[in-house]
């Protein structure tokens, strides 16, 4: 298995779809390598394409929030995307796109080997949960598969466009807690969760 260096290093040399061209600093996942919670989000933005590292523009501002309103913070998770390249525009990642970068997400994921995986968006969520998944209806329900408990819940980015679901977005994080608790139990480790740091 590579270790966490080794496959950064595949991420940032990578040329294994045309983004590779365009982007400025490919973006590999950052965080808690022992953390029982892994957060996927669909692709770099602007500002992660700038500076190589997961949400440090507007939309990371808004996840902060969310992990501080229930007592974490990105030293207690492990934060990645599924594409590591900033798409032109912002647009969302091309299938091809998300099929030439799905491996190194399986690499961390063997890695990490979280025992809950948050979806950040639509595109998240239909790439790792179900390709007709519905965030409106469907974000903050829990399914268990592979000894992994996986849920969605609103991208920061839709939290800024859309300030009225932030109300959601907090108590899909409280749901989330709740099952970091429940876990933490099972794998007879106390709270908080720097007790796997």
């Known amino acids: 298995m590579y270790t966490h260096e080794e496959l950064k290093k595949f991420v940032d040399n990578c040329s294994r779809c045309p983004l590779s061209h365009t982007r400025g600093k490919a973006v ?9 919670i892994m957060f996927v989000a669909e692709a770099p933005g602007s500002s992660e394409d700038r500076d190589g590292i ?56 063997l890695l990490i080997r979280p025992r809950i995986i ?40 839709a939290i800024l466009r859309d300030p009225a679901k932030m109300d959601e977005a907090k108590a899909d994080f409280a749901g989330i807690l709740e099952k970091y608790r429940e876990v933490a139990q099972e794998m007879g480790q106390s709270f908080p969760i720097d007790s796997f740091s």
């Open 28 to 36: 590999m996942g950052k965080g808690n390598l022992k953390s029982p």
């Open 54 to 109: 997961p949400f440090t523009g507007p939309s990371g501002g808004v996840f902060d929030q969310l992990l501080e309103g229930i007592g974490m913070n990105r030293q207690d998770i492990y934060l990645t995307n599924i594409v590591k390249c900033h798409p032109p525009r912002n647009r969302d990642p091309l299938p091809e796109e998300k099929e030439a970068c799905i491996v190194y997400l399986k690499h961390e994921t």
């Open 118 to 157: 948050v979806c950040l968006g639509r595109t998240a969520a239909q790439r790792i949960i179900r390709d007709d998944y519905r965030i409106t209806r469907e974000h903050g329900m829990f399914l268990y598969r592979k000894n992994t408990w996986l849920t969605a819940v609103y991208h920061p980015s």
